[in-house]
């Protein structure tokens, strides 16, 4: 016999556990964009030298700003038809059309004089060292180290010290 539950309270608590318990298993559904069904949040560059970004997903929408950067790093947070929410390292965003972003991975350096690696191991040679703010190509990444090139320079870097890439993320 199913039991009724009498109060909003209820109905509440009952709501926060079995989202509890759907959101806490060890198989986690990805969310997908409504749009391309590819994952949300995702990696993107801007492909243009200018990308007006603005309040809303139309033309009619206020531009907020310009992204001025090319091959910046940006990432997906909402897909509505042409358009897509980005967000940038700071957290700076809003939307952009879909015809301004590239699918090359890209990062940003977030340290000072970041060394790149030959390998993935911080004992291995350094082979550059790149600048806050410097955008790099992305290569390969295992658990902790990402392959990135930047104007001709190549090499290894963690993870933890560049945007752009996710922490869990894998590429070969």
């Given at each position: 016999?199913?039991?009724?539950?009498?109060?909003?309270?209820?109905?509440?608590?009952?709501?926060?556990?079995?989202?509890?318990?759907?959101?806490?298993?060890?198989?986690?559904?990805?969310?997908?964009?409504?749009?391309?069904?590819?994952?949300?949040?995702?990696?993107?560059?801007?492909?243009?030298?200018?990308?007006?970004?603005?309040?809303?997903?139309?033309?009619?929408?206020?531009?907020?700003?310009?992204?001025?950067?090319?091959?910046?790093?940006?990432?997906?947070?909402?897909?509505?038809?042409?358009?897509?929410?980005?967000?940038?390292?700071d957290g700076a965003g809003g939307w952009v059309?879909?015809?301004?972003?590239?699918?090359?991975?890209?990062?940003?350096?977030?340290?000072?004089?970041?060394?790149?690696?030959?390998?993935?191991?911080?004992?291995?040679?350094?082979?550059?060292?790149?600048?806050?703010?410097?955008?790099?190509?992305?290569?390969?990444?295992?658990?902790?180290?990402?392959?990135?090139?930047?104007?001709?320079?190549?090499?290894?870097?963690?993870?933890?010290?560049?945007?752009?890439?996710?922490?869990?993320?894998?590429?070969?």
């Amino acid at each position: 016999m199913k039991r009724q539950l009498k109060s909003c309270g209820e109905r509440i608590l009952a709501l926060v556990i079995v989202a509890a318990a759907l959101t806490t298993g060890p198989a986690l559904a990805e969310e997908r964009g409504s749009v391309t069904n590819l994952p949300v949040p995702r990696f993107v560059s801007l492909k243009a030298t200018e990308g007006n970004v603005r309040r809303g997903p139309s033309l009619t929408h206020r531009v907020d700003w310009v992204f001025t950067r090319r091959d910046m790093p940006l990432e997906i947070t909402a897909e509505y038809g042409h358009w897509r929410r980005v967000r940038d390292r700071d957290g700076a965003g809003g939307w952009v059309h879909y015809s301004l972003l590239s699918g090359v991975r890209t990062v940003i350096v977030d340290e000072p004089m970041l060394e790149l690696h030959l390998r993935p191991d911080i004992a291995t040679q350094v082979t550059a060292q790149l600048e806050v703010g410097v955008v790099a190509r992305l290569g390969d990444c295992d658990e902790t180290w990402c392959h990135l090139t930047a104007d001709g320079y190549k090499g290894w870097a963690p993870k933890s010290k560049i945007w752009g890439v996710g922490l869990d993320e894998l590429r070969e």
